[in-house]
């Protein structure tokens, strides 16, 4: 009986052990993604799609990348005129799901750019689940061309 109680902690306690991240599978998927780079010291806008191949609800907590400094998952609300953005902890992929970074909504702030139009600069973001998706990002003028 002693034994069987044993088992049973160890298979609970096993289920709290995170796997290394390298054993994960990526749960999402980047497509589409590029950055609006802008003249002289502006920040740039990171954009792109992301579609799960979990079962599970995943999250995008962070990000970062050798050519933005600190790398922030922001918001833009508001219409007409009138537009503001704000930090995000997370953005909540849902199972099966995509959510899409674009202009307008969320984006990744990229506030000490250096970004050379017409080249490509790797993006890691962190999940929730402990694993993370790096993804080359297509760098765009101010047009987004
Ligand atoms: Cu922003």
């Known amino acids: 009986m002693k034994a069987l109680f044993e088992i049973t902690l160890a298979v609970q306690l096993a289920a709290f052990v995170p796997l ?3 054993a994960q599978p990526a749960g999402l998927v980047v497509t589409d993604a590029w950055f ?3 003249p002289g010291k502006l920040p740039a806008a990171g954009y792109f799609s992301l579609r799960s191949n979990s079962g599970l609800t ?3 907590t962070g990000a970062e990348s050798d050519g933005c400094g600190k790398l922030l998952l922001h918001k833009s609300s508001g219409n007409g005129g009138m537009s503001s953005m704000a930090m995000v902890d997370k953005v909540t992929v849902p199972p099966g799901g995509t959510v899409k970074f674009a202009p307008g ?3 990744l702030m990229c506030v000490d750019p250096r970004l050379k ?6 993006v890691t973001l962190h999940l929730s689940d402990g694993s993370s ?3 080359a990002f297509q760098v ?3 047009t987004g061309k």
């Open 36 to 38: 609006r780079s802008l």
């Open 20 to 22: 290394p991240a390298a």
């Open 140 to 142: 765009h003028g101010a």
């Open 58 to 60: 995943l999250a995008v």
């Open 117 to 122: 139009t017409g080249s490509r600069m790797p």
């Open 133 to 135: 998706v790096i993804a």
């Open 105 to 107: 909504g969320y984006h």
